[in-house]
């Protein structure tokens, strides 16, 4: 569990808490809109209307007491500037802040940001790597030439084991795990039988698993 500071209470900033929230994390949430903070109450450990741009009441927050402080702020860019570099001056652990193109990473990161997300980005990449393919059920990106993808197992490989296929010693391509209805079984082994009812988390490289699943 992790204590974190969570400033933008938008569609994003929401959405976020949530998950956080089902996640056991301990939440404080900010924003300037009275609406957004009162709706956002019941996912948070606790929340405060308040300027982000303002030192004195960032300071009253206690920013050094948080793991990590995410500046979800969607629309103002000059807010979301602003606040990400009196976080990182008044003692930010982990500063995560969002934008929204490519230049204000850059600038995010020059002004105190250690890490930056764009959340359309994201999702455009995901959506892009599993809808404009048939074999690609889900996929994570671990960098640029690494990912984690969910596949179906092959037709030719129902019946066999993980150990008869050996895709590691071929492809250089692990098995993580094996699914079957909506259950993850993480304890794989190489005698493990694969059935065509069953899907494969494997990470690898996006090349060597594109061959080896002729995707």
Not at 10 to 15: A, T
Not at 19 to 39: F, P, S, T, W, Y
Not at 88 to 113: C, H, T
Request: one cysteine or more; hydrophobic letters at 40%.
């Amino acid at each position: 569990m992790k204590s974190i500071l969570l400033i933008g209470l938008d569609h994003f900033g929401s959405m976020l808490a949530r998950q956080l929230h089902d996640r056991g994390h301990q939440i404080m949430a900010v924003d300037k809109d009275e609406e957004r903070v009162n709706a956002i109450l019941p996912l948070v450990t606790d929340a405060k209307i308040g300027d982000s741009r303002s030192p004195a009441f960032l300071k009253s927050l206690g920013i050094n007491n948080y793991d990590v402080c995410i500046v979800a702020i969607g629309k103002d860019f000059q807010s979301s500037l602003e606040t990400t570099s009196l976080l990182k001056e008044l003692g930010g652990r982990l500063v995560v802040s969002r934008s929204d193109r490519d230049v204000q990473e850059k600038f995010l990161l020059r002004n105190g940001a250690d890490e930056v997300i764009d959340p359309e980005k994201l999702i455009a990449e995901w959506a892009a790597i599993r809808y404009a393919s048939n074999h690609i059920l889900d996929y994570i990106k671990l960098d640029e030439a690494h990912g984690i993808f969910e596949v179906p197992v092959p037709s030719a490989w129902a019946g066999k084991t993980i150990g008869q296929i050996d895709i590691r010693k071929k492809y250089g391509i692990n098995i993580m795990a094996v699914k079957e209805d909506g259950r993850m079984n993480l304890t794989v082994t190489p005698d493990t039988v694969l059935t065509s009812q069953k899907t494969l988390l494997v990470l690898g490289e996006h090349r060597a698993i594109q061959k080896c699943f002729r995707i």
